[in-house]
């Protein structure tokens, strides 16, 4: 699967794209997000056991990370490790609630429950959308 990633940057809307292996038959919105979350818990764990060592970050990306208002090289200093059936719920429930979006190819899904198909060269995009802080009148 091919999911694209939105860096923030100054002034510029650069979209990532990575690979990541489809090893099951997705058949539902709620097949996929589930598969996500397992394979990002895995994945951010497995970072975490092997102690990556900092990066060391270039002129560009520190310019592009002081438009985001945060210069760091991304190592999380916390001991615990996230619980995979708690992502899961959270992600669904983000999904649910309309704070994630997803496009399967060129199409938003709406439920849950919707079925999609999903291979090798399925294009993903998840739009993770920011709610205004303001005032009810």
């Known amino acids: 699967m091919k999911v694209n990633i939105k860096g923030i940057t100054k002034g510029k809307g650069k979209i990532n794209t990575i690979t990541i292996p489809c090893e099951e038959s997705l058949s539902t919105v709620r097949e996929l997000l ?24 270039g002129k560009e990306e520190i310019s592009n990370k002081s438009a985001t208002g945060k210069i760091g090289f991304g190592v999380n200093y916390g001991e615990k490790k996230p619980k995979p059936d708690e992502a899961i719920e959270n992600a669904l429930q983000c999904y649910e609630d309309g704070i994630v979006v997803l496009f399967v190819g060129d199409r938003k899904t709406e439920t849950l429950e919707e079925e999609i198909t999903v291979k090798d060269d399925t294009e993903l995009t998840f739009v993770r959308l920011t709610m205004l802080a303001g005032r009810m009148w």
């Open 34 to 57: 589930t598969y996500m979350v397992r394979y990002c818990v895995r994945e951010y764990n497995s970072r975490k056991e092997n102690g990556e060592l900092l990066k060391v970050l």
